[in-house]
């Protein structure tokens, strides 16, 4: 289960995503996610999906990797489905929000896999440069949506290690029923979240002593505006004029 989320990660590769402006990507992440929360005709939707699977081939990682998330969100997909059958939501409204939620879930996927921490952090601290005109320390708060992020893969990693060291014990998870893996996961979810906290502070105190937080901090990258940045948030916009256009105006 858990070595299947692979949100928080990154993938070293060589692609035109990986090549974009940080700030270019947030931004096409923001536009999507308005563009899949206005959609509501199946059109829309089918044409979201395979605008998103078409960069996520962009990105030059094996589709598998994504494809695997998938299996890890059929639980949330099962808990969807009996929600919309108790408040009377066909299954075809609940198909197209499934959609909806994977095509945002594999453009965050897409935005971690290609983008290093450093550079989400730069991404953020100049998306919301706008808010130091009314006293925030964009610096932290950009350092604090990353460490979010990135808390993620820690949370994973901290559970299948618990998953392997009760599998040396006996405790066969992978084989078990739907209410055995429930209770292995009540019992050991304490202890995923005590370990995972006690890392994120040792990281946070990693970085205190290399004043991370102390002052402007400079990038390694330079990050030029491309042209292909251009393309992508020019494209990104068309679609979500389109969807106004159709769902909105009529």
């Not at 990154?10 to 563009?35: D, Q, V, W």
């Not at 939707?45 to 699977?53: C, D, E, G, P, S």
């Not at 440069?129 to 994973?156: C, D, H, M, Q, Y």
Request: hydrophobic share 50%.
């Amino acid at each position: 289960m858990f070595h299947n989320m692979l949100l928080g990660r990154y993938y070293p590769e060589r692609s035109k995503i990986h090549a974009m402006n940080p700030i270019a990507k947030l931004l096409c992440i923001f536009i999507f996610m308005i563009s899949a929360l206005l959609s509501t005709s199946w059109q829309f939707n089918i044409f979201l999906m395979i605008l998103t699977v078409l960069f996520l081939l962009l990105t030059n990682i094996p589709l598998v990797h994504y494809l695997r998330t998938t299996k890890a969100l059929i639980p949330i997909y099962m808990v969807m489905l009996i929600m919309g059958i108790l408040f009377h939501i066909s299954l075809f409204n609940s198909f197209l929000l499934m959609i909806r939620i994977t095509s945002i879930l594999f453009h965050f996927i897409m935005l971690t896999l290609t983008t290093p921490m450093t550079e989400m952090i730069y991404g953020f601290e100049m998306l919301f440069g706008f808010l130091k005109l009314f006293g925030f320390n964009v610096s932290s708060v950009a350092l604090s949506i990353t460490e979010t992020i990135r808390f993620i893969p820690n949370l994973v990693d901290e559970g299948n290690r618990i998953l392997k060291s009760a599998t040396s014990r006996g405790i066969d998870y992978r084989n078990s029923n739907i209410v055995t893996k429930f209770m292995i996961l009540k019992s050991m979810s304490s202890s995923i979240f005590e370990l995972t906290i006690k890392k994120s502070e040792d990281l946070k105190f990693a970085m205190s002593l290399r004043l991370y937080q102390k002052g402007p901090r400079t990038n390694f990258r330079m990050n030029r505006w491309k042209v292909f940045d251009s393309y992508m948030i020019t494209l990104y916009l068309l679609v979500l004029l389109v969807i106004i256009k159709k769902e909105i105006m009529g």
